[in-house]
């Protein structure tokens, strides 16, 4: 692995990651939670949004998560009107492929006219005329399905020779859509479910850090069963930290090319993520935890 790609930070935990030419803190910010109710509609406190947007960026967390359907464009435009003009190592990464519909309920959107006007919507409301790292969004709300990716990817992969996208990703993908969408063009990350838990992409993991792709799992306590649940409570509790903590520094520890994406609309509990991901355990711990999802 390049030397760049682990390099320690004096003030987040896990030090950065390369994407692609792009470095990011591997403890990153995830907006989705900025939106109201549901990912629906607009926050019930927007100065407190604004401040947790001005707030991470001021902790030095450079690799934001968004999505043009949160909202629908509501984190977006959050985004821009915190923090834009951007600093040079701000990176900000979006997802197309879904919309939503009138009750909140997420529909595919995978289609090339889908993908341009989702593309164009995300430069719109973050005022870009570029974007750092867009994921196409496969699956449904349930999880990912089997299926080619080619035409979608491929019409993703003509908006970046345009330059409207400056590197590619996949969200909600299985082991061999990962394979095509490498096939076609390179990607710098894949985003999956995935926690302490729920381990079915163990295997994907080592392979793409073998490959300097990052891996960037969401839901980080889903999932979970109630013995799971009161084994990960006992170790946090002997550790003297939260369950969440715990399940933040153990992903960090799993394996370098893990990013963290943790989201919440408040300046103490982003404070509290980011200190808690510093948590540092024995090997023997680790072992013990790494238990939890087998």
């Keep these: 692995m390049s030397e760049t790609i682990n390099t320690p930070s004096a003030s987040l935990p896990g030090g950065t990651w390369n994407l692609g030419d792009l470095n990011v803190t591997r403890f990153g910010y995830g907006a989705m939670q900025l939106a109201g109710p549901g990912v629906m509609g607009p926050p019930a406190n927007h100065d407190g949004a604004i401040a947790v947007l001005r707030e991470a ?50 529909l595919p959107a995978r289609q090339p006219e889908n993908l341009r006007r989702a593309v164009n ?93 990052a891996y960037v799992p ?25 369950p969440m903590a715990v399940a933040l520094a153990w992903l960090l520890r799993r394996s370098p090319n893990i990013l963290l994406i943790p989201g919440t609309s408040s300046i103490a509990h982003l404070r509290e993520n980011v200190a808690g991901a510093g948590l540092s355990f024995s090997d023997e711990e680790f072992a013990e935890l790494d238990k939890v999802g087998h």
């Design 218 to 242: 969401f839901f980080p306590l889903g999932g979970f069963t109630p013995l799971q649940s009161m084994t990960l409570d006992a170790v946090a509790t002997r550790l003297n930290s939260t």
């Design 57 to 106: 960026a001021g902790l030095g967390i450079s690799h934001i998560d968004t999505a043009g359907a949160y909202g629908p464009r509501v984190t977006n435009q959050l985004i821009r009107e915190a923090l834009h003009p951007y600093t040079e190592s701000l990176h900000i990464v979006t997802k197309v492929g879904a919309v939503r519909d009138q009750q909140g309920g997420w």
């Design 121 to 213: 919507e995300n430069l719109a409301d973050l005022d870009l005329e570029s974007l750092d790292v867009v994921n196409l969004r496969l699956g449904d709300a349930q999880g990912p399905r089997p299926g080619s990716l080619a035409e979608p990817f491929e019409a993703l992969v003509q908006l970046q020779q345009q330059g409207l996208i400056r590197h590619l990703g996949v969200s909600n993908a299985t082991a061999e859509q990962v394979a095509e969408a490498q096939a076609i063009a390179p990607i710098v990350c894949v985003q999956n479910m995935y926690n302490l838990a729920y381990r079915q992409d163990d295997e994907l993991i080592d392979e793409l850090a073998a490959k300097n792709i």
